[in-house]
């Protein structure tokens, strides 16, 4: 059974960074592509991110380029998100996902999620 597992969330002030973690298990790494999602409260919930995929490079919202960067380390089946200049518009539930197979990615349909990461920017 696929789980993934977010971490390193937290309340911080805005313009600091932050890196969170995303480790998936029960799955070979690297199959398939982890992105990155946000829901603030009220909100829907909003892709940010997603990891570069065959020859295809990362993939990220307008509204978070330049700022937001996806990586991995395959050593440790994790992805990672690196957010810099954090803002208070950007608290929110941050979550990470993945699919059971390569059409679903193709056509955005996550179905595998983690539980998510609390990330509140103080002003």
């Known amino acids: 059974q696929v789980q993934l597992v977010e971490s390193g969330g937290g309340l911080v002030q805005a313009g600091d960074s932050l890196r969170l973690s995303c480790t998936i298990s029960g799955r070979t790494f690297g199959n398939l592509p982890l992105a990155w999602f946000r829901q603030a409260p009220g909100k829907d919930r909003e892709f940010l991110a997603r990891?570069?995929?065959?020859?295809?490079?990362?993939i990220y919202a307008d509204a978070v380029k330049g700022r937001f960067t996806i990586s991995r380390d395959n050593a440790k089946n994790t992805v990672f998100l690196q957010i810099n200049s954090l803002k208070p518009e950007d608290t929110a539930v941050y979550y990470c996902a993945t699919a059971s197979s390569a059409l679903q990615i193709i056509r955005g349909s996550y179905d595998l999620w983690g539980q998510g990461t609390q990330v509140a920017v103080s002003s």
């Open positions: 990891e570069r995929w065959g020859d295809t490079g990362a």
